[in-house]
């Protein structure tokens, strides 16, 4: 189940669970409300891993490309007569 559903899944047990509130039956409520509760958590942990991993492959990614082209750069200008490549780099 992607993370969407697992929220809105979430969202609908919270809204079951606080339209059946009543007095006197305190027990089972808290209960499922520190279910949902741990649920989600688990949820933001995930999200929170999922970001990370994302910002380091981001991170790797733009290392990648500034390398890719600072090397098109320096053969360019080399190329052109420009500066040779030992200067750029």
């Not at 209960?31 to 949902?36: E, F, N, Q, T």
């Not at 380091?56 to 420009?82: K, P, Q, T, V, W």
């Amino acid at each position: 189940m992607n993370i969407e559903a697992q929220i809105l899944n979430l969202i609908t047990r919270i809204r079951a669970l606080e339209e059946s509130m009543q007095p006197g039956d305190d027990s089972s409520k808290t209960i499922g409300i520190a279910l949902v509760l741990a649920d989600l958590a688990d949820i933001r942990a995930e999200m929170r891993q999922d970001l990370a991993a994302l910002g380091d492959e981001l991170a790797g990614l733009r290392r990648h490309m500034n390398d890719c082209f600072a090397a098109i750069r320096s053969e360019l200008l080399h190329r052109l007569g420009g500066l040779p490549p030992e200067v750029t780099n």
